[in-house]
């Protein structure tokens, strides 16, 4: 039974080409969908969100593009989060295979 629990990993591989964490309004690395580049940004604002934008024409080098467009977001309103009751924000997104993960903000329930 022990064998089968999940356990998170070092994974220096994954993404480290697009890992530019330092870069402003990057909530995690940029990634291939349907062979089209997506950059996931931070939308700062009362309720942080994850803004996902698809590059027409993928850039050299991650980050910002003219030629992107939004494609979808992760937002407050749109997250559940089993056994919180209530989403505040959404502040990073990572994908690994089958894995996606987002960080979140929760509301504290009241003591």
Do not use: I, K, M
């Amino acid at each position: 039974a022990q064998g089968d629990a999940f356990a998170l990993e070092e994974d220096e591989t994954f993404a480290l080409q697009n890992r530019d964490f330092g870069a402003e309004g990057c909530a995690g690395a940029d990634f291939w969908l349907d062979g089209q580049l997506v950059r996931p940004a931070c939308v700062h604002g009362a309720a942080p969100a994850v803004q996902f934008y698809l590059s027409r024409t993928p850039p050299a080098v991650p980050g910002p593009h003219p030629r992107e467009v939004p494609l979808c977001a992760a937002a407050p309103h749109n997250v559940c989060v089993r056994g919180v009751p209530r989403v505040r924000g959404v502040c990073a997104y990572a994908r690994d295979g089958a894995f996606e993960v987002l960080a979140v903000q929760v509301e504290e329930p009241n003591t």
